[in-house]
């Protein structure tokens, strides 16, 4: 029997937060018939799979599915492929699901029947373990919005109907990082419902030891090619939004924090040369012009000036966003335009 909800929790290496995040969907208020959990073991090397067969032992309604290490995009990918819920939540191994969240979705959102569903998250620091009930701020077409609301990219804020991803064949790409980003706007760039509202039903962790914060050289490099890729997809959806400034300056954002890598990875000429034709012909027609990202495409496509004068941009962009010194530490600063 299908059920309304599946949760899909894709893993790697967070054996120790995996049962915090599992408890948690089983305090939502719903039956076992009512949703399903699908933890997607991402070639875990930490005792995570093995932890996440023991729990799903006790559930009739968890399976658990092992596959070499492909990536949190594939992980996701491979348990959207056997979801039956009405309705699908990603979430992340080291978060969790703050208590009678779903009971609250299914009774007093589910109803509205939209393609997808935008609610809130609390952060570490946060007291309370329970639901924070807000209010709906907008139900409607997911067009009329965006076009005048900034729109968070975060995945796990989001429910979106099964039938809504399979229709318009939504997939993640092959990315690490930034992957939220390409299926976010790949999915809002379809004609469907939306509905927004403030209601904070997810604990997000800032994991020092997560995909987003690691800091060794090889993965920051990673994750420029994963920005490359995210934003080709960018610039092939940016036609869809031309006239959406609110995407636009997320889109210019994601551009910029492309460079920001770039910045504060130790390259040799050779990879810049490579990384910088791949930029160059990502290009910025589709973005708004703000004179940084003009001068980061100017630079994109002379690397050899970029080279010459490395240090010297280093210091001016770290001074310019008031950053002490040239480490990576920096990367996850938001940029402020």
């Known amino acids: 029997m299908n059920k309304l909800l599946s949760t899909i929790v894709a893993l790697y290496n967070n054996e120790t937060y995996l049962r915090q995040c599992i408890d948690s969907l089983y305090r939502q208020g719903l039956s076992d018939d009512e949703f399903e959990v699908i933890i997607i073991d991402d070639g875990s090397t930490d005792g995570g799979?093995?932890?996440a067969d023991s729990i799903a032992s006790s559930h009739s309604n968890m399976r658990v599915v092992h596959q070499e290490n492909k990536g949190l995009g594939e992980a996701r990918n491979a348990g959207l492929e056997i979801a039956t819920g009405k309705y699908l939540h990603f979430i992340d191994a080291d978060d969790?699901?703050?208590a009678g969240s779903y009971r609250h979705i299914v009774d007093n959102l589910m109803p509205q029947d939209t393609d997808i569903m935008v609610l809130d998250n609390v952060k570490d620091g946060t007291c309370g373990s329970a639901m924070i009930p807000g209010h709906i701020k907008y139900v409607g077409p997911i067009?009329?919005?965006i076009a005048s609301k900034y729109m968070r990219v975060n995945v796990w804020i989001k429910l979106f109907k099964r039938s809504f991803m399979e229709i318009n064949g939504l997939k993640w790409p092959a990315v690490n990082f930034n992957e939220d980003t390409a299926i976010t706007w790949s999915a809002l760039r379809h004609d469907g419902t939306l509905l927004v509202s403030s209601d904070k039903i997810y604990f997000y962790r800032a994991n020092l030891h997560g995909i987003v914060r690691m800091r060794e050289v090889e993965h920051v490099k990673k994750?420029?090619?994963?920005?490359v890729t995210v934003n080709t997809l960018l610039r092939e959806y940016a036609p869809i939004f031309s006239g959406f400034t609110p995407v636009k300056s997320n889109f210019t954002q994601k551009y910029a924090m492309l460079f920001n890598r770039i910045l504060c990875t130790p390259y040799s000429y050779k990879e810049i040369r490579r990384i910088f034709a791949q930029c160059a012909a990502i290009?910025?027609?589709?973005?708004?012009?703000s004179k940084s990202v003009r001068i980061y495409n100017l630079l994109y496509k002379?690397?050899?000036?970029?080279?010459?004068?490395?240090?010297?941009?280093?210091?001016v962009y770290f001074a310019h966003f008031?950053?002490?010194?040239g480490s990576a530490d920096f990367i996850n600063r938001k940029l402020s335009y």
């Open 49 to 51: 799979g093995a932890l």
């Open 143 to 145: 067009r009329q919005y």
């Open 283 to 289: 290009g910025i027609s589709h973005l708004n012009q």
């Open 223 to 227: 994750t420029v090619n994963d920005l």
């Open 322 to 325: 008031k950053i002490d010194d």
């Open 302 to 315: 002379h690397p050899i000036l970029y080279y010459m004068f490395q240090r010297v941009i280093r210091a």
């Open 96 to 98: 969790f699901l703050l």
